[in-house]
């Protein structure tokens, strides 16, 4: 079946850096989505990619989806501590998505 | 508030309780999940439901039972649970259920069996 990985599993970044996540689909995905979940919170939709090689910002955070979309990265430049949480990333292959194992991101101030 | 509601947000059980997860979406959505999130797995998909029928049962023990009586609501029924199975139990909803779909998290329930 499906897989879809993301490294790293943990990130720890002063506040100031910038800090990377990066998805990986064992198949071509029709589209990837992002999530983040607050400690103690739920996950919440950030953004979904479509297209092969999009690139979609968000202030501080830019998206890309890989050329073979089989592949995506979260960049956030210039981390603030209310960036702390787990990112997931999510593809869709055979219309059903599949979250990655997250990563999970702390800033020290 | 994403528009989709768990009760009981935390809930303690012995591993003979019979208990029940609700959860409910006013969203007008027609698909709806149970998720499990641990340590060892942070998102891991249980059961699909698409305008109330199963579509997707991800090789989930028989002491963990699903109902879906209509579109809004999705219910999980726990007997006979063990220790490991203490985790966050998240539902969550989409429009439909094509993977282009956005999918929208409840609060969870934090679930401990003794």
């Known amino acids: 079946g499906q897989q879809v990985m993301q490294i790293p599993q943990y990130q720890h970044v002063q506040e100031g850096e910038d800090f990377t996540t990066y998805c990986n689909s064992s198949?071509?995905?029709?589209?990837i989505q992002w999530y983040k979940q607050r400690p103690g919170g739920h996950p919440v939709f950030l953004i979904q990619?479509?297209?092969?090689?999009e690139v979609k910002k968000q202030k501080r955070l830019t998206f890309q989806f890989g050329e073979a979309k089989k592949n995506s990265s979260l960049h956030i430049t210039a981390t603030q501590t209310t960036d702390v949480g787990t990112y997931f990333c999510a593809g869709n292959a055979g219309n059903m998505l599949t979250f990655g194992g997250g990563t999970r991101l702390m800033v020290k101030p | 508030e994403t528009g989709v509601t768990q009760t009981p947000r935390h809930l303690v059980m012995g591993m003979t309780n019979k208990k029940s997860l609700k959860c409910e979406q006013h969203?007008?959505?027609?698909?709806m999940y149970w998720y499990k999130q641990s340590a060892k797995k942070p998102l891991e998909l249980m059961f699909v439901?698409?305008?109330?029928?199963?579509?997707e049962n991800n090789s989930v023990p028989s002491r963990f039972s699903p109902e879906c009586p209509n579109s809004s609501h999705l219910f999980l029924h726990l007997h006979t649970l063990q220790p490991e199975d203490s985790a966050l139990y998240l539902c969550a909803s989409s429009q439909g259920l094509g993977g282009a779909d956005t999918q929208y998290f409840g609060p969870g329930t934090r679930l401990t069996v003794l």
């Open positions: 969203l007008g959505h027609n698909a």
């Open positions: 439901y698409s305008l109330e029928e199963r579509v």
């Open positions: 990619l479509v297209k092969s090689g």
């Open positions: 198949t071509t995905l029709s589209n």
